[in-house]
Antibody
Framework: EMQLLESGGGLVQPGGSLRLSCAASGFTFRRFAMSWVRQAPGKGLEWVSATGGGGDDAHYADSVKGRFIISRDNSKNMLYLQMNNLRADDTATYYC????????????????WGQGTLVTVSS | EIVLTQSPGTLSLSPGERATLSCRAS???????LAWYQQKPGQAPRLLIY???SRATDIPDRFSGSGSGTDFTLTINRLEPEDFAVYYCLQYGKSLPFAFGQGTKVEIK
């Protein structure tokens, strides 16, 4: 069974940093692109960042470009999101999500998703 | 960059009724690269439909997706109590960014 388990969320002050982790299991991690998707309290879903299976490409939503860094360690089946210069509007539940298909040149739909980790940016 | 607009914002229906949810794209979605998700409070989104009309594994056949180009529809026949939730469409494809619709809440009337 494919599983994704996020960790690292918590309360941080504006301007601070936090690193989220996502532990993957049940599939060949290195073969699949991975994304981070967030959801502010009571709001909709927003794609944040994606990286390909090899981890040598990184893509970001304009709202986080220059502040967030996505990375992965395929030897450990881990995905990360380094979040710097955090703002109040970064407050959200952050989900890691797996690209549904591998090696087809398409950024595919997400399946499965982790259960999410809550990041609260507040003084 | 594609923008997805879902309508209505909220749908009030009774169990047993049919729900029709719309997702309209600001430009044509190539190859029908559109998915639908269901989300219940406190849970991660659950994949229902991909490729505009293909049901995901273990999704009941009362859920169906249709459409192409800029207009897509999720239909839920004979609503069950567990179907009351928020539904999102997602555009994916060969280029980024991904785009989500803002969601449609299906609530009990």
């Amino acid at each position: 069974e494919m599983q994704l388990l996020e960790s690292g969320g918590g309360l941080v002050q504006p301007g601070g940093s936090l690193r989220l982790s996502c532990a993957a299991s049940g599939f060949t991690f290195r073969r699949f692109a991975m994304s981070w998707v967030r959801q502010a309290p009571g709001k909709g879903l927003e794609w944040v960042s994606a990286t390909g299976g090899g981890g040598d490409d990184a893509h970001y939503a304009d709202s986080v470009k220059g502040r967030f860094i996505i990375s992965r360690d395929n030897s450990k089946n881990m995905l990360y999101l380094q979040m710097n210069n955090l703002r109040a509007d970064d407050t959200a539940t952050y989900y890691c999500a797996k690209d549904a298909q591998n090696d087809n040149g398409v950024w595919d739909w997400f399946d499965p998703w982790g259960q999410g980790t809550l990041v609260t940016v507040s003084s | 960059e594609i923008v997805l607009t879902q309508s209505p914002g909220t749908l009030s229906l009774s169990p047993g009724e049919r729900a029709t949810l719309s997702c309209r794209a600001s430009q044509s979605v190539s190859n029908s690269y559109l998915a639908w998700y269901q989300q219940k409070p406190g849970q991660a989104p659950r994949l229902l439909i991909y490729g505009a009309s293909s049901r995901a594994t273990d999704i009941p056949d009362r859920f169906s997706g249709s459409g192409s180009g800029t207009d897509f529809t999720l239909t839920i026949n004979r609503l069950e109590p567990e179907d009351f939730a928020v539904y999102y469409c997602l555009q994916y494809g060969k280029s980024l960014p991904f785009a989500f619709g803002q969601g449609t809440k299906v609530e009990i009337k």
